[in-house]
């Protein structure tokens, strides 16, 4: 509970508005609505100063603190402690010769992409264009083009942050270097990240799309899926997802309340190069929809067909060794045709490549030795949020002897007692505890996936 004389301390000190419940402008909208977000107060950052001024506030005062730009990181209800929104920090700051950009804690990824792209340019972007970059890259991002770039924290060069005593650092692989690698990896524990400076990608050509078959042919497709990714170079990027979409608003009307297949295949090059690739998948069997080939890059959102806008939901996410028969069986039992699952989507996504590959300067990202990454999503909303629970927890049960952890960004809600796993690999979470006693012995940041104090 923050009491007034403290709030008005706080408004004294900030330029950006300060706002508790019940007062004008109150609000903490998240992407994922089911996941509540109720702080004592909010503060609407202008600036990296007023981020400090509120981290010093905080932490004289001992009032713990989240942070959110998008909304897209919201892993757990907060009901206490004051929000800082960053979602003010828009600036973008392009260097085409020298091939990087570096942004504000409000970016999000479609407006780095119409910057760069233009110039030949692009970046360790995700599926979706609308997550914010520093939330993405804080918990190191699995980009589409992952098996050709690695992960997005491989890219980053440099971020500020503040941390729990109000100090800000400009961290790299040369200053500040311990606290640059927990930042990459780490999420927000440790600080809030102001701004961050990311390596750009050349490129001349892409090609990218999804083919959409039937339910029926789940299978095959699987079966095909699994021989086919076992080919591919190791630049191109795949995953399969089984689709059980309700007739809900939000889809595309052509596939309301339809169950189809969807394999989605990218890679930098030519036309010719791409439909050479995913020429077996296409012989696979007979699409539905095939929407691959050349396409602008700003457009790469398209290939996942992510929503747009927010929705209630609940998800889980793991690591994979491999996708060996029994796992395969598995994951048709429990979301391939005639399973009824409630599910909305149960995405195979092939890893290694350039994610198996050392990152340049150390950090805090597992998952670098996988074969795949499952993710499944459903809503959270009735009548459907029991069936959406129950349906996780036994995908969770069924693939659990094929994971290896999960990466941090995609490993779902928080589990009470989870003790830091999934989230990351036992080296990482002993590295991370030893960070967070360093920077933040008092837990100022302890919301989302927060990295659990050791036992004793």
């Known amino acids: 509970m923050i009491l007034n004389p403290e709030l008005e301390t706080l408004r004294s000190r900030v330029h950006g508005p300060v706002s508790g419940p019940g007062d004008p402008g109150y609000a903490v909208d998240t992407f994922n609505p089911s996941v509540i977000q109720r ?46 929104s960053t979602t003010a920090l828009q600036d973008l700051r392009l260097d085409p010769e020298a091939g990087t950009v570096t942004v504000g804690a409000g ?7 119409e910057q760069t792209v233009p110039h030949g340019l692009t970046a360790p972007n995700g ?58 990896g780490g999420k927000g524990n440790f600080g809030v990240v102001t701004s961050l400076t990311l390596e750009l990608n ?33 630049d191109a990027s795949a995953s399969m997802a089984f689709l059980h979409l309700p007739d809900a608003p939000f889809l595309p009307e052509e596939l309301r309340g339809t169950a189809p297949v969807h394999v989605r295949f990218a890679c930098f090059g030519s036309a010719e190069e791409g439909d050479t690739l995913l020429e077996p998948m296409r012989r696979a069997a007979a699409p539905l929809m095939d929407t691959a080939g050349a396409m ?38 429990e979301a391939g045709p005639g399973s009824g699952t409630p599910l909305m989507m149960t995405e195979i996504r092939l890893m290694g490549g350039a994610l198996a590959v050392d990152p340049p300067a150390p950090d805090a990202v597992s998952g ?7 993710y499944a999503v459903g809503l959270n909303m009735p009548p459907a949020a029991e069936a959406t629970a129950a349906a996780l927890e036994r995908l969770d049960t069924a693939v659990a002897p094929y994971t290896e952890g999960a990466l941090v960004n995609l490993a ?38 927060a990295v659990p104090q050791p036992v004793p």
Not at 107 to 113: C, D
Request: hydrophobic share 45%.
């Open 412 to 449: 779902g809600r928080v589990r009470p007692g989870s003790g830091g796993q999934p989230f990351w690999s036992s080296d990482v979470l002993l590295r991370l505890q030893a960070a967070k006693a360093a920077y933040d012995s008092d837990n100022l940041f302890r919301f989302g996936h």
């Open 296 to 333: 602008d890059y700003r457009a790469v959102g398209s290939i996942h067909m992510d929503p747009e806008g927010p929705i209630p939901s609940l998800d889980t996410g793991a690591l994979l060794t491999g996708l060996p028969d029994g796992l395969a069986a598995a994951l048709l039992e």
């Open 39 to 84: 702080p004592d107060a909010v503060l609407a950052a202008a600036d990296a100063q007023d981020v400090q001024n509120a981290v010093r506030w905080a932490a004289e005062t001992g009032i713990p603190v989240g942070v959110q730009a998008t909304g897209h990181g919201a892993a757990a209800a907060m009901d206490e402690g004051l929000l800082i």
């Open 202 to 234: 050349a490129f001349s050509g892409f090609y990218g799309g999804g083919l959409l078959y039937p339910e029926e042919t789940g299978p095959q497709v699987l079966e095909a899926f699994r021989g086919w990714t076992e080919q591919l170079p190791s």
């Open 368 to 374: 670098r030795s996988a074969g795949f990454n499952v």
């Open 127 to 184: 599926s979706s264009g609308t997550v914010g970059v520093i939330g993405y890259a804080s918990g190191g991002g699995l980009p589409v083009m992952g098996r050709a770039l690695g992960f997005c924290s491989d890219h980053v060069k440099a971020m500020d942050v503040v941390t729990p005593d109000g100090a800000l650092h400009h961290t790299s692989a040369e200053v500040d270097a311990e606290l640059f690698a927990v930042l990459r």
């Open 107 to 113: 970016v999000r990824w479609k407006t780095v992409l």
